[in-house]
């Protein structure tokens, strides 16, 4: 409870809790909003708390299970925020401009990836060299535009589990392709959009730099913590495996002894008896009788 209530404070002296004027707002806000004043929709801090917490436990057991998270934010206030959070986690994101098919067309874009990645590797290797002044110039222009615009998703080599927007009416393309391909939204709302658009809507203030920040930050924290988790989780299997490995070795060593003890038992046995037999053997030889045949007629 008083977690609850420490980050409620936090939330409330980061201006969370004010929506968009009243002639501007979705009836089906209606849920979250707490109050009216001077013409603008306050957002009740409860339900944004709660909701919070709910997104965030959703968030950390998918990055436990190793799968990406997307962080969507192209509004002004909320690019670098958004981009240092999930940089810190090491998750995919896009802050500059959402490209129409990122996600429905996206062996289209990986082919763009790939190709500012070559383009890099040659400027960085000496392969342009070769090229004129003007070439490499002309390619220097094109790796950074699209590492502009594609450096958040370099390293996502295949479609994210889940979706964080910043603004979910700002972000409307993005929320219809995740939704086209049943990816999971998680979104900040406020009191102008649908918050059915999303799996999980936190109810918040998109528009103020802390807002988004402390709500950002929250996110990333829970999904550092699931990572955490996940590593701690890979290291105790392998320490397990390590011990297991070792249990086995220690017994097949045992029973390679055991198997060399039993050859060495059952020689030693067979010489004894040879010894015996040959013993038997080398006594006095057998007399042979010799073979008398009896006349024929008596």
């Known amino acids: 409870m008083e977690n609850n209530t420490s980050l409620q404070q936090q939330l409330l002296e980061a201006g969370v809790h004010f929506g968009h004027l009243r002639k501007k707002w979705n009836p089906k806000m ?9 013409g603008i929709h306050i957002i009740d801090l409860n339900k944004t708390v709660d909701s919070l917490q709910e997104a965030a436990a959703a968030m950390k057991q998918i990055a436990k299970s190793g799968k990406k998270i997307m962080f969507v934010a192209t509004k002004k206030q909320a690019k670098e925020i958004v981009s240092d959070c999930a940089k810190k986690v090491n998750m995919p994101f896009a ?3 959402w490209l129409g098919g990122m996600l429905t067309n996206f062996n289209t874009v990986r082919k763009s990836v790939k190709k500012m990645q070559s ?3 040659m400027l960085n290797d000496g392969s342009a060299d070769s090229l004129t002044k003007k070439e490499r110039l002309t390619l220097s222009r094109d790796k ?6 594609l450096g958040g998703i370099a390293q996502l080599s295949r479609l994210p589990a889940a979706l964080f927007l910043v603004d979910i009416g700002h972000e409307h393309i993005a929320l219809a392709e995740a939704k086209r391909l ?3 939204t998680f979104g900040v709302v406020d009191t102008n959009c649908d918050p059915n658009k999303v799996d999980f809507a936190i109810p918040a203030n998109d528009d103020a730099t802390k807002s988004i920040a402390i709500i950002t930050n929250y996110i990333t924290a829970a999904i550092a913590e699931g990572l955490a988790e996940r590593q701690a989780s890979k290291d105790e299997d392998d320490s397990q495996e390590d011990a297991n490995n070792e249990n086995e070795a220690k017994a097949r060593r045992l029973e390679q002894e055991a198997q060399a003890e039993g050859g060495r038992g059952r020689r030693g046995g067979r010489s004894n008896s040879d010894n015996t037999s040959g013993g038997g053997q080398g006594g006095a030889p057998k007399r042979r009788v010799p073979n008398s045949r009896r006349p024929a007629g008596k």
């Open 30 to 38: 209606l849920p979250y909003i707490f109050a009216e004043k001077k």
């Open 95 to 97: 802050t500059e401009r």
């Open 119 to 121: 383009i890099e590797k």
């Open 144 to 149: 950074d535009k699209m590492e502009k615009v």
């Open 182 to 184: 049943g990816i999971t």
